[in-house]
């Protein structure tokens, strides 16, 4: 195993070990690196497992195939160069607290040559933002036939069976029907989400010649959640206009039905019922990655590491944990934090400023989560959420055009925070000529 990294850019100053390059993650890095990294007052060091960053609620549109992920992928090594930090390719394998190191996996290249040893970085100070992935919940036959969309790759999988399915089906090729069946298992945001941009993307496909199904009733979409209503962590008033919505557009919405296995053609439910699937997406819930139970971290029943309001590992005060692989207390609602990208933007907010105090010697207050409310897309079609809190001083439902450009000023003010104004202005002037000159869907 090599040894530890070298210094970034030769600083001098306390090394800030950053896992996990989500949402939360990246903004962090950027901004500690442009404020110290910079002027080496620290040594900011990113570390991922995979080569580039694409903002996670987007993958249900790569899943669609109403985003080209390769149009918002941005590389690492080039943010790290343009911001003051370093970046380092390679999984979370282990801990040494001991001795202040991660352990990091080797990186190999298409050929399966490896380019990178596992290695070990030492840190003075360690964040963890390594995200969630898919909870299947042990369900029979969800390893092998559901999809999940935790990452780029997984998304764009979706996508070209969805296309292959749709020309079987329209060419009577082997067993395959004149329809096409997708179940989405798990009525969240996720979930919600990508059967509207499904649909979407039937009527796109259509349009394009690609296949001569009907789109809204040969392209049969069933949206399955355990609970008596989608979106249960919503509103109910969100839930029921978000259900209305789905109705008009042929989602076949079915509540109160516990999936207890998942085959090739069909998803099964505790009543009884077999829904048939030519493609199945698992969306019923996350959970933190395994390894971080293998830290000697404490860890609650999610697998999410238990830190204080300060975001702070219990008995290390140089390990912090923010994100959806975290546990936060959350006073005000008598439970924690919610795994919301909101909330991984005001943690590295605060974690950006507490940084800094900690360096400086100065006392730190305790991160307050302030819930702006939650928003819903239904791609072209509507939008629906809710604005709270401080936003407003109040609580106020939306829906339509002001909920959709809601939702799209989300990820604006991510690359808003990657890039500052300028670029994110330039940012969005080319993606809306692209929308102008490339077809709405990926065909190919």
């Not at 995200?131 to 919940?137: A, I």
């Not at 939650?374 to 106020?396: D, E, N, P, T």
Request: charged share 20%; aromatic share 6%.
């Amino acid at each position: 195993m090599a040894g530890q990294t070298d210094g970034a850019g030769g600083a001098n100053g306390p090394r800030i070990v950053v896992v996990g390059g989500g949402a939360g993650g990246l903004e962090l890095a950027t901004r500690l690196g442009d404020k110290l990294g910079k002027r080496g007052a620290a040594q900011v060091i990113l570390v991922d497992r995979n080569p580039t960053h694409i903002w996670k609620p987007l993958l249900h549109e790569v899943a669609a195939g109403s985003m080209d992920p390769n149009t918002h992928q941005l590389e690492y090594a080039a943010q790290a160069r343009w911001h003051g930090f370093e970046f380092q390719q390679g999984e979370l394998k282990g801990l040494d607290r001991v001795a202040k190191s991660i352990i990091v996996s080797g990186c190999v290249d298409a050929d399966g040559t490896e380019v990178l040893p596992e290695r070990a970085i030492s840190y003075d100070t360690l964040v963890l933002s390594i995200g969630s992935v898919t909870h299947f919940f042990g369900v029979p036959g969800t390893a092998e036939h559901a999809i999940a969309l935790d990452t780029a790759w997984q998304a764009e999988r979706f996508r070209r069976r969805l296309i292959a399915a749709c020309m079987r089906a329209q060419n009577g090729m082997g067993d395959a029907r004149p329809q096409v069946d997708i179940a989405i298992v798990g009525a969240g945001a996720t979930g919600v989400e990508l059967s509207a941009e499904l649909r979407n993307t039937a009527h796109v496909l259509a349009a394009y010649g690609l296949h001569k199904l009907d789109p809204r009733h040969d392209i049969r979409i069933h949206l399955i959640e355990g609970g008596p209503r989608i979106l249960p962590v919503l509103k109910e008033r969100i839930s029921a206009a978000t259900t209305k919505l789905l109705h008009k557009l042929d989602v076949n919405v079915i509540t109160s039905e516990r999936v207890t296995e998942v085959t090739a053609s069909a998803v099964n439910t505790a009543s009884g019922k077999s829904i048939p699937a030519d493609l199945t997406v698992w969306a019923a819930g996350i959970r933190a990655p395994s390894v971080l139970g293998e830290l000697g971290l404490p860890v609650n029943r999610l697998g999410q590491i238990v830190v204080s309001r300060t975001l702070q590992v219990e008995g290390d005060d140089s390990i912090y944990a923010f994100g959806d692989c975290a546990s936060c207390p959350w006073p005000e609602a008598s439970t924690s934090v919610p795994p919301r990208a909101q909330a991984a933007h005001q943690q590295a907010t605060y974690l950006f400023d507490a940084l800094r105090k900690r360096m400086d010697g100065k006392p730190v207050q305790p991160f307050a989560f302030k819930d702006l409310g939650s928003l819903v897309s239904l791609g072209h079609f509507s939008a629906v959420g809710s604005l709270m809190g401080g936003l407003i001083g109040g609580s106020m439902f939306i829906e339509g055009l002001m909920a959709r450009l809601m939702y799209t000023s989300l990820y604006r003010m991510h690359v808003l925070a990657l890039h500052g104004w300028v670029r994110m202005s330039v940012d969005t002037v080319m993606h809306w000529l692209r929308s102008k000159t490339n077809p709405r869907v990926k065909l190919h």
